[in-house]
Every structure is written in structure tokens, then in C-alpha cells.
């Protein structure tokens, strides 16, 4: 897997509420968006990516071997590492309300599992076209569903970043997950809001279609969304698919 990463606070804000974790020899690789007063939103996000990153090295995700198993394992992760951030937000007066969004992908035997929760998106790029892998848990994306407000509406809307679902926001957590077949020269962007708010699906296949190396690429949506504003905190993994990962 050809990667590359970079993390943004964007050119209003102060500090940085994102995260993200490579964990390069188990091919998994996260992004979340912390909310919360003051740095409550900063220590979930960290929470989160640090609390991942440790269940896997005490218990190996390749143990996993089917796609049964996968999911339990990323469900059993997520139950675990949501608990922890419930209970700090419980805990600590400061942390009261605090969350985090979570988008997270496992490239494994020919398949990407993907997990999300929140409005931290993946998209997969083949063959000149980008796609959405994940839904919004979002308000306006449940009104859209629903039927209720057009997708213009739902551009403008200013509850767009409402979201329904997020780690540590109740005492359970239920994300959504999915498996893609992967082919050789795919490229998964996991993103943060703070780069599809600013940048939309046309610009990014732009981009995309540059054949940029993939931390260029990071570089390069991170450099647009600040260029279109940087309203928010902008974090971005890009994952270019080898010939290696198809067979592993």
C-alpha cells in the first residue's frame, strides 16, 4: 500500500480537534474529528486513534480471518475504545460531551473493511471515478434519506455537520461497516468534514486525476480546502492499492 497522511487545523481555527493513526504493518488506518467545549474534542479524537492502535497490538487483527470475523473484531474495538471516551466524558467535568467521529480501513486478502461513525467519510477512486463508501450520520443526511430536503438543501443546510452518531456520545456505539474488493491502483480517501465541506467531489477527482504520489495528494486537497476557506480542521489519508495488497 502506497501511503500518505497529513492532518491540518485549517485557517480558522486555533487548534486541532482531528486525528489520524497509520499503523503501516497491520494495514489499518484511522481518522477521527473530536467534538466537545474547550480540548474535550482534542482528547477524544487522540483518545480514540491511541485506544485503536492499542487493542490491535494486543490483539492482532490478522487473527481475524474471515469477513465474520473482521467485523466482530472492528465491533469488539469500537465497543471498547467507545466505552473509554464515554467513561472519561463522565469522569471529567471539563471532557462533559465530548466525542469523536471515526472513519477506519483494513486492506486485507484482496477486500478493504471499512468501519465508520460520525461524518469522517471514505471515498474509493477507480477508474477516473470517485465514490462514497461510508454515509453521513448526520441530521441533514437523515432528512435527505428521508426524503424530505433535496441534495441542493442538503449542501446548504447550515445543521450539515449535526451529526447522529459518535464515539463516546452514548454507552454504545453501533457503526456502520462494509467490505470492498480491492484492485490494483484504487485509491481510498479517508477524510475528515473539513475537507469535503470545502472541497466537492468534482474538485477532488480533479485532483485525482493529476496520478500525484499519495502524500502529493494529501499535500495538494489539504492546500485546496485552505484555499477555499479552511473553515475547519482538515485531516486526510490517501491509500494508493499495489499489486502486494491484491495478493496478501
Given at each position: 500500500?502506497?501511503?500518505?497522511?497529513?492532518?491540518?487545523?485549517g485557517?480558522?481555527r486555533?487548534?486541532?480537534?482531528?486525528a489520524?493513526?497509520?499503523l503501516?504493518k497491520?494495514?489499518?488506518?484511522?481518522v477521527?474529528?473530536g467534538?466537545?467545549?474547550?480540548?474535550?474534542?482534542?482528547?477524544?479524537?487522540?483518545?480514540a486513534?491511541s485506544?485503536i492502535?492499542?487493542?490491535i497490538?494486543?490483539?492482532?487483527?490478522?487473527?481475524?480471518?474471515?469477513?465474520y470475523?473482521?467485523v466482530n473484531?472492528?465491533?469488539?474495538?469500537?465497543?471498547?475504545?467507545?466505552?473509554?471516551?464515554?467513561h472519561?466524558?463522565?469522569?471529567?467535568?471539563?471532557n462533559?460531551g465530548?466525542?469523536?467521529?471515526?472513519?477506519?480501513v483494513?486492506?486485507?486478502?484482496?477486500?478493504?473493511?471499512?468501519?465508520?461513525?460520525?461524518?469522517?467519510?471514505v471515498?474509493?477512486?477507480?477508474?477516473?471515478?470517485?465514490?462514497?463508501?461510508?454515509?453521513?450520520?448526520?441530521?441533514?443526511n437523515t432528512?435527505?434519506?428521508?426524503?424530505?430536503?433535496?441534495?441542493?438543501?442538503?449542501?446548504?443546510?447550515?445543521?450539515?455537520?449535526?451529526?447522529?452518531?459518535?464515539?463516546?456520545?452514548?454507552?454504545?456505539?453501533?457503526?456502520?461497516f462494509y467490505?470492498?474488493?480491492?484492485?490494483?491502483d484504487?485509491?481510498?480517501?479517508?477524510?475528515?468534514?473539513?475537507?469535503?465541506?470545502?472541497?466537492?467531489?468534482?474538485?477532488?477527482?480533479?485532483i485525482?486525476?493529476?496520478?500525484?504520489?499519495?502524500s502529493?495528494l494529501?499535500?495538494?486537497?489539504?492546500?485546496?480546502?485552505?484555499?477555499?476557506?479552511?473553515?475547519?480542521n482538515?485531516?486526510?489519508?490517501?491509500?494508493?492499492?499495489?499489486?502486494?495488497?491484491i495478493?496478501?
Amino acid at each position: 500500500m502506497e501511503v500518505g497522511f497529513k492532518s491540518d487545523k485549517g485557517r480558522m481555527r486555533n487548534n486541532n480537534e482531528d486525528a489520524c493513526f497509520v499503523l503501516l504493518k497491520d494495514n489499518v488506518y484511522l481518522v477521527a474529528d473530536g467534538v466537545g467545549g474547550g480540548n474535550a474534542g482534542e482528547i477524544a479524537s487522540r483518545t480514540a486513534v491511541s485506544e485503536i492502535a492499542s487493542y490491535i497490538e494486543t490483539n492482532p487483527i490478522g487473527q481475524a480471518t474471515n469477513k465474520y470475523a473482521v467485523v466482530n473484531y472492528l465491533q469488539d474495538c469500537l465497543d471498547k475504545t467507545n466505552e473509554k471516551i464515554f467513561h472519561q466524558a463522565l469522569k471529567y467535568e471539563q471532557n462533559k460531551g465530548m466525542a469523536t467521529t471515526l472513519a477506519v480501513v483494513y486492506a486485507k486478502g484482496g477486500s478493504a473493511f471499512i468501519g465508520n461513525i460520525g461524518d469522517s467519510r471514505v471515498y474509493l477512486y477507480r477508474d477516473g471515478e470517485l465514490v462514497q463508501l461510508t454515509e453521513d450520520h448526520t441530521y441533514v443526511n437523515t432528512l435527505l434519506r428521508a426524503g424530505i430536503i433535496s441534495a441542493e438543501q442538503a449542501r446548504t443546510d447550515e445543521r450539515k455537520n449535526m451529526i447522529t452518531k459518535a464515539l463516546g456520545a452514548e454507552d454504545t456505539v453501533e457503526p456502520d461497516f462494509y467490505q470492498v474488493n480491492i484492485m490494483e491502483d484504487d485509491i481510498f480517501i479517508i477524510c475528515t468534514d473539513g475537507l469535503y465541506d470545502e472541497v466537492d467531489s468534482g474538485e477532488i477527482t480533479d485532483i485525482l486525476r493529476e496520478d500525484l504520489s499519495m502524500s502529493d495528494l494529501c499535500n495538494k486537497l489539504i492546500e485546496r480546502a485552505n484555499g477555499n476557506g479552511g473553515h475547519d480542521n482538515i485531516t486526510v489519508i490517501c491509500l494508493r492499492v499495489t499489486e502486494e495488497d491484491i495478493h496478501e
